[in-house]
């Protein structure tokens, strides 16, 4: 088997390693079911080093064995019923993945394909899809003032990648989430996984947001944020009043919808996201100034109060466009100007739409 596997080819794959390299790295969509748990590893390791291979490997033997083993391997049989397409792979592809072939063999009769090279070799196959010589379709990035509605103009392209979706972060003051960002190595398996699926279905252009080399705290690779920051920019216009629209559902409304889905307590859920956005707020005090993020700070705790008391979101809107005309737009308009790009294109949300569709079809 090729160390080099269309992406198709990952869909479903039994992640056969310890648990400790998986929370390091794995592939989008592979499973966790491991042939040794970390403390069996560990004792093993112990092994390995005073005594060496064979008595490690007999010791491996002994642990994974009788109704231990019978039960992992029926992990693995059952997942791979429901999984026809499965593929096995180990960190480096030896024999942890080789045992575990042989055995879902030996019990159910199968083959299973095991990834040569294991996670290293695809991940290094992963990296170099990120490198900008392989790069096959033109980067053009969406730009525009904060709020404009990107993202969800992004989402409706065929060939665009969700930069911030990959980070699970919206790249702003307020940009995390309730859940997590990934590990730095997810966040560039996933998107070289998204980069190459871009590259198959042959498109001629690469949309992407205009991001910053960090998103939160995922960051892209040096030479493919050079790539893309010195691609033409789209620019995305967009009214004031449907700014503070896109900032309201996304920030407030659906900001709070993530904190209660995290909490049992509604009226809990929606104070932590409170607190949360006023630790945001107070973090850009020496930019906006002590006095501004006071009159902010003073209209986002009425919209509070108004909201529990009555369910209204609407008093938000203030204290939003207030951040809008003080904070972001100021920033936004310094960095285009000091950045001297090129702006090829610029429109309202359908004007920009089908600009781009145009230019995939011409």
């Known amino acids: 088997m090729k160390i080099v596997i269309t992406t198709n080819d990952f869909e479903n794959i039994v992640l056969n390693n310890i648990p400790f ?23 093993i390791g112990i092994c390995y080093k005073e005594k060496g291979n064979a008595e490690a490997t007999k010791l491996g033997y002994e642990i994974v064995s009788g109704k231990t083993k019978e039960d992992r391997i029926g992990k693995w049989i059952n997942f791979i019923e429901q999984n026809p397409n499965t593929m096995i792979y180990c960190f480096r592809g030896g024999s942890r993945s080789t045992i575990a072939q042989s055995w879902i063999n030996e019990v159910a009769k199968k083959d299973i394909i095991k990834l040569e090279g294991g996670y290293k070799a695809f ?33 409706k392209l065929n060939n665009s990648i969700d930069l911030e979706g990959i980070a699970n972060h919206r790249g ?25 699926k871009h ?19 995922s960051f892209i690779p040096t030479s493919l944020y050079s790539l893309f920051h010195g691609a033409d920019l789209i620019f995305l216009e967009s009214l004031m009043e449907e700014r503070v629209d896109n900032i309201l559902e996304d920030y407030v409304i659906n900001g709070q919808k993530e904190f209660m889905a995290s909490c049992n307590d509604k009226d809990l859920a929606i104070e932590l996201w409170y607190e949360d956005m006023l630790k945001s707020m107070e973090r850009v005090k020496s930019k906006l100034g002590g006095d501004r993020l006071k009159i902010v700070i003073d209209e986002f705790n009425k919209a509070y109060d108004i909201q529990k008391s009555n369910g ?20 936004y308009k310094h960095s285009i100007e000091k950045g001297n790009r090129n702006i090829i294109f610029r429109g309202n949300k359908d004007e920009v739409t089908e600009y781009i569709k145009s230019l995939e079809n011409n």
């Open 21 to 43: 390299e998986f929370e390091k790295g794995a592939f989008k969509t592979s499973i966790n079911m491991p042939i040794l748990t970390n403390d069996e590893r560990h004792i």
């Open 123 to 155: 991940r290094n196959y992963l990296i170099t899809s990120l490198e900008p010589e392989n790069i096959k379709s033109k980067p053009l990035m969406l730009t525009g003032y904060t709020g404009s509605g990107k993202t969800i103009l992004l989402n």
């Open 172 to 196: 702003s003051t307020f940009g995390h989430h309730v859940t997590a960002q990934p590990t730095q190595i997810n966040f560039e398996n996933n998107l070289a996984y998204e980069i190459i």
């Open 199 to 217: 590259n198959n279905k042959r498109f001629k252009y690469m949309i992407l947001e205009d991001e910053s080399k960090n998103i939160g705290r």
């Open 312 to 331: 209204s979101y609407d008093y938000n809107r203030v204290w939003i466009e207030l951040f809008l005309h003080n904070y972001y737009d100021p920033m």
